[in-house]
T-cell receptor, first 114, second 112 residues
Framework: EAGVAQSPRYKIIEKRQSVAFWCNPI?????LYWYQQILGQGPKLLIQ????????DSQLPKDRFSAERLKGVDSTLKIQPAKLEDSAVYLC????????????FGDGTRLSIL | RKEVEQDPGPFNVPEGATVAFNCTYS??????FFWYRQDCRKEPKLLMS???SGNEDGRFTAQLNRASQYISLLIRDSKLSDSATYLC?????????????FGTGTRLKVLA
């Protein structure tokens, strides 16, 4: 079974530029999550999709972050404009459905803001 | 106070030692519990789910105490390859869906 795919693996941009990340979940997984992980901390949920609908985006900084999952499969996360504090690893995860079950993570995108 | 708390460590132990990590959670509505392992610059990977009756997978034993709201992970006969950060994860219902809450992780270094 193919795992969660993410790209790019690394991205370096200057502050105020924009950046986009892509995620393709495990086939058949209805629930998709985007997390931000800052060095030394646990992952922090940014947004959760159930199919193509948003079920939780309470911690997404909506003035600069946006995400979509138009066809209920792959997803993109965008930051515009980027700030220095956005330097982090952005992890995508998926699970078969929402509920008390484990989720599976992609390799992540390491973002550095100069 | 964080909803899921872990001792950040690092725990430095010799090969062959037994080491235990604890994790406490504050929301009594929490339903499912997991331990994830995260290697440096890698993604978290599921180590094991934690069941009410306790469960074991080889050298790893996980236990849950709902009354006291803590989860533990015991590693026996530590190997160098066990060096990693161990994340405690709690899953609970919220606003019609379920949410995963991560601890900050406990770093383990197994020394030769």
């Amino acid at each position: 079974e193919a795992g969660v795919a993410q790209s790019p693996r690394y991205k370096i941009i200057e502050k105020r530029q924009s950046v986009a990340f892509w995620c393709n979940p495990i086939s058949g997984h209805a629930t998709l999550y985007w997390y931000q992980q800052i060095l030394g901390q646990g992952p922090k949920l940014l947004i959760q999709f159930q199919n193509n609908g948003v079920v939780d985006d309470s911690q997404l900084p909506k003035d600069r972050f946006s995400a979509e999952r138009l066809k209920g499969v792959d997803s993109t996360l965008k930051i515009q404009p980027a700030k220095l504090e956005d330097s982090a690893v952005y992890l995508c995860a998926s699970s078969p459905r929402t509920g008390p079950q484990p989720q599976h993570f992609g390799d992540g995108t390491r973002l550095s803001i100069l | 106070r964080k909803e899921v708390e872990q001792d950040p460590g690092p725990f430095n132990v010799p090969e062959g030692a037994t080491v235990a990590f604890n994790c406490t959670y504050s929301n009594s509505a929490s339903q499912s519990f997991f331990w994830y392992r995260q290697d440096c610059r890698k993604e978290p990977k599921l180590l094991m789910s934690v069941y009410s009756s306790g469960n074991e997978d080889g050298r790893f034993t996980a236990q849950l105490n709902r009354a006291s709201q803590y989860i533990s992970l015991l590693i026996r006969d530590s190997k160098l390859s066990d060096s990693a950060t161990y994340l405690c994860v709690v899953n609970r219902p919220t606003s019609g869906t379920y949410k995963y809450i991560f601890g900050t992780g406990t770093r383990l270094k197994v020394l030769a």
